[in-house]
């Protein structure tokens, strides 16, 4: 869920006139309100994201790391009951805003913002999230996948059905040398073809290289069974097509797929 998230600025404050939660995300207009009316105290400092001012900001890295911010020295902001100018926070931390230490959640205010980022997929605000984006072509790519896939675990059954050959061969064998002692000399052809069958075995296990072409197959797959949003193509991972065209959108940017 982090990925929408990453490089993002939210943006967090009192609602200028209702005295709500504010958040919003810089370089975005919308913004969410969280929150009874008059709610927050005034020690909280305003947010208008529209004009980048707020009490405090949480800045988003590549990596999904999150750097709480104090916005202005006449605010106070505290991360874990200890006053902070700008400290690295998790998701379990405790944020407090003002001298009157109003309590926000974290998680709620990055569900917040993704109800910003989604809210935005109209395609205007460039948060990645535009769309519907065609998905056909991914059926080709996961039925060649399959088809491959399917072939090679075939040739390795027959592999593993030809080593068993050997074995029944010489049982046969053996039963009619105890059964039907007159015919022992026939009896020695099965063993003889049973070692034939079984060096030939030998040779197709040793020549064999399934794993490696599964392999090679799964690496291509990974790079081509992904999002069609140019700004997510996220692996979409060893889902069938059919599963992707029910879902009808990505779980990683939340664009939109057709089918046209
Ligand atoms: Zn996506």
């Given at each position: 869920m982090k990925d929408v998230l990453e490089g993002k600025t939210i943006l967090i404050g009192k609602e200028p006139e209702k005295g709500r939660l504010l958040i919003g995300v810089k370089g975005m207009t919308k913004a969410i309100t969280m929150g009874q009316i008059g709610s927050v105290p005034n020690s909280v400092s305003r947010c208008k994201p529209a004009?980048?001012?707020?009490?405090c900001q949480i800045e988003i890295d590549?990596?999904?790391?999150m750097t709480l911010t104090n916005m202005k020295a006449q605010n106070?902001?505290?991360?874990?009951?200890v006053e902070i100018m700008s400290k690295r926070i998790d998701a379990?931390?405790?944020i407090m805003l003002g001298k009157d230490k109003f309590d926000i959640n974290v998680m709620e205010i990055l569900n917040?913002?993704?109800q910003i980022l989604r809210g935005n997929s109209g395609g205007t605000g460039g948060t990645g999230n535009a769309g519907p984006y065609s998905i056909k072509h991914l059926k080709d790519t996961w039925d060649d996948y399959n088809g491959s896939i399917k072939k090679i675990r075939i040739r390795q059954r027959n592999i593993g059905l030809l080593a068993s050959i050997p074995f029944s061969l010489t049982m046969i064998g053996g039963a009619l040398i105890a059964f039907v002692p007159e015919i022992q000399s026939f009896a020695k052809i099965f063993t003889g073809v049973a070692a034939i069958v079984m060096l030939y075995g030998?040779?197709?296990r040793s020549t064999d290289k399934s794993i490696e072409?599964?392999?090679q197959l799964k690496d291509k797959f990974q790079d081509r069974y992904v999002c069609p949003n140019p700004k997510c193509h996220?692996?979409?991972g060893e889902w069938p097509y059919k599963i992707l065209r029910q879902n009808k959108n990505c779980q990683y940017c939340k664009c939109q797929w057709t089918e046209e």
């Open positions: 004009e980048g001012i707020a009490h590549q990596a999904g790391n106070v902001t505290y991360v874990n009951d379990t931390s405790t917040a913002v993704q030998f040779y197709k072409e599964i392999e996220h692996y979409l």
